[in-house]
């Protein structure tokens, strides 16, 4: 196969020739070469998964009790950037792994040069490091450890012992910039940045056998980090930003006195502060935290059930892409249980379009 230059100057890889064009046609500019490298790039990035990065801003957000606001919308930015970096490095570490193991993959493939795929790398750093100091100081100083955790993974820690943690480690730093951004605070954050943290270290783990397949532990085991994870997020009183608590003065509300010294009042009426629907975003947040959280554990179970009993490569990569797709899902839950309803709902939209964008480019 020889390359040869279109009417258009760009390369094309079609083994014959193109048809020439007869008396007053006008040719048009059909240039694969331009396509192609559109899909390598794509395939490389794994654009599919950028659906679900915003949601870790977005959580980290509502956990803090603060609305989003533009300080947010640039930690979403800087996410998807440092995110983005983490995939060109990726494969730029390993690229001479996939030669053997992923041959098709863009840079052993050809279709992507390996300097290009490093320049992609350095420069989606750098603008993912601006856009967080753009956002303030909280932002910047924790996206530095974020951009430091993803190199540091993709060069040195991910066949390691320690490379799941360093990967669950980089989730829970980027729900924590979008607390950050939005609030100048990240310590409310902490809880939702563990539990989203420990999802990311078992698919992680999965995703180490899933080019040659192994153990069925690793699947078993994420399956029961589901469970557990269902279980902790859907806990009463678990999550939820600490707004509206009564001060701690010491002192009870004039009702509760009433109630413990046996006194009504005399209409007849229940207090207030009793009534089923004072508090009816409470019962709404948690029927949505539950329908996620169920939407959740019903992305993943089944993969990592099916890669348990059989943990040959096509079971283990579909275990895996489930683990990715469920982040979304993960991320909205624990967004509706910090009484951010909209917010929540915005998230889990962005789960249909990454399974739909899924089929087309692979999140693996």
Same mark, same amino acid.
């Given at each position: ?30 240039? !694969?070469?331009?396509? $192609? /490298? ?25 956990? %803090?009790?603060a609305s989003p606001n533009t300080r947010t ?21 390993? /690229? ?58 993709d060069l040195g820690l991910k066949h390691t012992?320690?490379? *799941? ?33 420990? $999802? ?40 939820? *930003? ?6 701690? %003065? ?18 007849? $009426?229940? !207090? ?7 508090? *009816? ?24 059930? $099916? ?21 979304? !899902? ?12 909209? %917010? ?21």
């Open positions: 196969m020889t390359l040869r230059e279109d009417p258009c100057g760009c390369p094309d890889e079609t083994p014959t020739a193109a048809p020439r064009a007869t008396a007053g046609d006008t040719p048009p500019c059909a240039c !694969p070469g331009r396509s $192609h /490298r559109g899909r390598a790039w794509a395939e490389l990035l794994r654009l599919p998964a950028l659906f679900s990065v915003p949601g870790d801003a977005l959580a980290g957000a509502a956990a %803090t009790g919308l640039l930690a979403i930015a800087s996410s998807l950037c440092l995110y983005e970096a983490g995939m060109a490095l990726n494969d730029w570490a390993d /690229r001479d792994v996939d030669a053997v193991e992923r041959p098709q993959r863009p840079l052993p493939s050809g279709r992507i040069r390996p300097a290009a795929a490093l320049t992609a790398a350095c420069a989606l750093t750098g603008a993912g490091l601006a856009l967080a100091a753009g956002a303030g100081r909280p932002a910047l100083a924790v996206a530095a450890p974020l951009a430091a955790t993803v190199w540091a993974y012992p320690a490379g *799941p943690v360093a990967m669950g480690t980089a989730r829970g730093l980027d729900l924590l910039l979008g607390a950050a951004a939005t609030s100048g605070s990240t310590r409310p954050a902490l809880p939702s940045a563990a539990l989203l943290g420990t $999802h990311t270290l078992a698919v992680t783990t999965v995703s180490r056998q899933e080019a040659q397949g192994g153990s069925p532990v690793p699947p078993l085991a994420a399956l029961a980090t589901t469970a557990l994870l269902t279980r902790l997020v859907t806990r009463r009183g678990s999550g939820g *930003p600490t707004r509206g608590r009564r001060p701690a %003065t010491g002192h009870r509300p004039a009702t509760a006195r009433r109630l413990a010294t046996g006194h009504r009042p005399a209409t007849g $009426h229940r !207090p207030a502060g009793l009534r089923a629907d004072r508090f *009816p975003g409470q019962d709404s947040g948690a029927l949505l935290t539950t329908a996620l959280t169920a939407a959740y554990a019903a992305t993943t179970a089944r993969p990592y059930f $099916h890669a348990t009993l059989n943990s040959s490569p096509p079971l283990t990569q579909r275990a895996v892409g489930a683990g990715i797709r469920a982040t979304i !899902p993960l991320q909205a839950a624990l967004t509706a249980r910090s009484r951010s309803t909209a %917010t929540a709902l915005l998230i889990a939209a962005l789960a249909p379009l990454g399974a739909r964008f899924a089929k087309k480019v692979s999140v693996t």
